[in-house]
């Protein structure tokens, strides 16, 4: 698998410090005998009746459905630790133990929309930019992103998954909440979320994530071919967010977590300029 770096950068939150970890040593199969990560579970995470009980060994479904709890891995089989009864992450060292703001022990499942169209001048005729073969220009795709108020970063809108919620209700409700007023365009909003393409299900590199639980996503595609439906969608940032916007896809841009990975992947969905 691909090294994590998001989860690597120096600090957790404002006072906590990860142990560094270089990119030669993030593997666990690698030793790395001066590894002494610090513990950190937030006061709030351990409070909350939702998360997890603060001792692992009181879960016995690892790597199971836990009832509505998912505790499965798209990365496979993960281990546990036999004395501790902690999850171990599947990628290697973040630098950090305990959950961090995550409510769960070993995954805590999330789901993103890349809603999409072609990108258009004043004239209403499809942009196209110069591509990296010879005379070869591709069409531009736009997507709706948000400014998140955590990081400030901008990223796709999506959320967790609630206890016993199927991914397709996470990213329409996340999308509602995060880009959109409450309630209005109820209609259209169910057309462009009735045709969902799956771009993406894996582990996320998310700045949250420890040595004992992580985020992993599933990311859907909402494409609106013509731009007919989508126009009467009106964006307007919700509860997570401080921005949102129609974006021009294009390698450069910088987003959220494993989100720049997300929008490659529709990039080549419909072989647009990237
Ligand atoms: C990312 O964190 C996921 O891809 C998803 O976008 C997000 C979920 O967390 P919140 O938006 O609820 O903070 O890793
Ligand atoms: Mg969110
Ligand atoms: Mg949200």
Redesign the pocket.
Known sequence: PKAHKKCRSSLYSVDVKRFPVPDEKVFWHITFLDYFPNEYTTEKVQRNPRADPCDPSEINKFNQLDTKIDRRSFTGHYYVDPITNRPRNPIGRTGITGRGRLYYWGPNH?GDSVITRWHHDEKGTIVRRQANCQDCFKPVLEFVT?Q?KDTKEW?L????VDPGEHISSTVKR?FQ??AMQDGIEEHYISKLFSNGYKLFEWYADDPRNTDNAWIETVAINFHDETGQLTKHIHLDPGD??TNVAWRPIDRNIDLYASHKEILKRVVDRFDAYW
């Open positions: 999330a948000i998140r990223a809108p999506g959320g967790m996340e909440e995060e997570d967010a």
